[in-house]
């Protein structure tokens, strides 16, 4: 079974913090995705990374980074993190060009206080 | 640009009810359509998908046909069970290319005995 795992389910965090979230897959895909989930506004994508060390804004990438520097690993970093960041964050994988089905982790909910 | 509009929720039913949760979208050429689910706590899963104009997909009872003339891809089920109950989403293939998807707002299921 394709596997996506993310570092925390649950965080909570202050103004102004640097936030690292992680996601690791165990399939060797190519393709990774960061989306933030809203009520009423449903997934929007702030990054995604068709290859190692290779990046792609998204709809929503203010306030936002990331970083590939592993196959397996793709980090979403808030660098300074404000309340309105306060949301569902998911990671998502899938392999090559040719779509196939994005697999999603569990997703983790940050709160910013 | 692409979008999808999908119905709001909560949509709350009985038990062996019919389910309908209708999802349209506007896009360039023509894409590929998914729903996906989200169970209570957990990610994303692909239900099911259509890649061209007038296929089915179907799973666990779900149905959808893409629609070109109607730009819609509704999904309906004929007798929910409780299990059921969860957020559904609806997406579709960025045309531009790649693994990207659109997905629309999300529509809440409940089921109730």
């Known amino acids: 079974d394709v596997k996506v795992t993310q570092s925390s389910r649950y965080l909570v965090k202050r103004t102004g913090e640097k936030v690292f979230l992680e996601c690791v897959q165990d399939?060797?895909?190519?393709?990774m995705f960061w989306y933030r989930q809203d009520p009423g506004l449903g997934l929007r994508l702030i990054y995604f990374?068709?290859?190692?060390?290779?990046?792609e804004k998204g709809d929503i990438p203010e306030g936002y980074s990331v970083s590939r520097e592993k196959k397996e690993r793709f980090s979403l970093i808030l660098e300074s993190a404000s309340t309105n960041q306060t949301s569902m964050y998911l990671c998502?994988?899938?392999?090559?060009?040719?779509?196939?089905?994005?697999?999603f982790g569990p997703g983790t909910r940050l709160t910013v206080l | 640009g692409d979008s999808v509009t999908q119905m709001e929720g909560p949509v709350t039913l009985s038990e062996e009810a019919c389910l309908t949760i209708?999802?349209?979208?506007?896009?360039?050429?023509?894409?590929?359509l998914f729903w996906y689910v989200q169970y209570p706590g957990e990610g994303l899963q692909l239900l099911l998908k259509?890649?061209?104009?007038?296929d089915k997909g179907s799973n666990k009872g779900f149905e959808a046909t893409y629609r070109k003339e109607t730009t819609s891809f509704h999904l309906e089920k004929g007798s929910v069970q409780v299990s059921d109950s969860a957020v559904y989403f609806c997406?579709?293939?960025?045309?531009?290319?790649?693994?990207?998807?659109?997905f629309g707002t999300g529509t809440q299921l409940k089921v109730e005995l």
């Open positions: 998502a994988s899938t392999r090559g060009e040719v779509y196939n089905e994005q697999f």
């Open positions: 997406a579709l293939r960025f045309t531009g290319g790649g693994n990207k998807l659109t």
């Open positions: 399939m060797d895909h190519e393709n």
């Open positions: 209708n999802c349209t979208y506007t896009a360039t050429g023509y894409p590929s």
């Open positions: 990374s068709y290859d190692v060390k290779m990046k």
């Open positions: 259509a890649t061209k104009a007038d």
